[in-house]
């Protein structure tokens, strides 16, 4: 691919983006690296998401091949979601955008504050 292409609005490379760019997808995605999890389950471990939010995620992440949805019967019933290997092939990539984070936040942090005292 000619790499003055691989930014174009309707190119594999934006919709790459696009997945990891909404607030909760990666965040979701990196609450199922260790296995399966039940919504409740996934609540706790994320923090600070709602219900409604989590199942708009789960939905989202289900219907772009990333998560898988199992339900089982009984009293009461249950549901449990789990990554799709073309979902945990998005854990290096959100590990090392986690990495930059940690090492460059501070940064950003003084660049925006720079910026917001500027303004």
Same mark, same amino acid.
């Given at each position: 691919?000619?790499?003055?292409?691989?930014? &174009?609005?309707?190119?594999? #490379?934006?919709?790459?983006? $696009?997945?990891?760019?909404? !607030?909760?997808?990666?965040? =979701?995605?990196? @609450?199922?690296? $260790?296995?399966?999890?039940? /919504?409740? +389950?996934?609540?706790?471990?994320?923090?600070?998401?709602?219900?409604?939010? &989590? #199942?708009? #995620? &789960?939905?989202?992440?289900? *219907?772009?091949?990333?998560? !898988?949805?199992?339900?089982?019967?009984? *009293? %009461? /019933?249950? =549901?449990?979601? +789990?990554?799709?290997?073309?979902?945990? *092939?998005?854990? %290096?990539?959100?590990?090392?955008?986690?990495?930059? @984070?940690?090492?460059?936040? $501070? +940064? =950003?942090?003084?660049?925006? $504050?720079?910026? #917001?005292?500027? @303004?």
């Amino acid at each position: 691919m000619n790499p003055d292409l691989a930014f &174009l609005a309707d190119c594999r #490379t934006r919709l790459a983006f $696009d997945l990891v760019s909404h !607030t909760w997808n990666p965040v =979701v995605i990196w @609450a199922l690296k $260790d296995g399966p999890g039940r /919504p409740g +389950e996934l609540r706790t471990r994320i923090g600070g998401i709602s219900q409604k939010v &989590l #199942t708009q #995620t &789960l939905r989202r992440l289900e *219907s772009n091949g990333l998560v !898988t949805r199992q339900a089982y019967g009984g *009293s %009461p /019933p249950r =549901v449990e979601y +789990e990554l799709t290997e073309l979902g945990r *092939s998005l854990l %290096p990539p959100i590990q090392a955008f986690g990495i930059w @984070a940690h090492d460059h936040g $501070d +940064e =950003v942090t003084r660049a925006q $504050d720079h910026y #917001t005292r500027e @303004a």
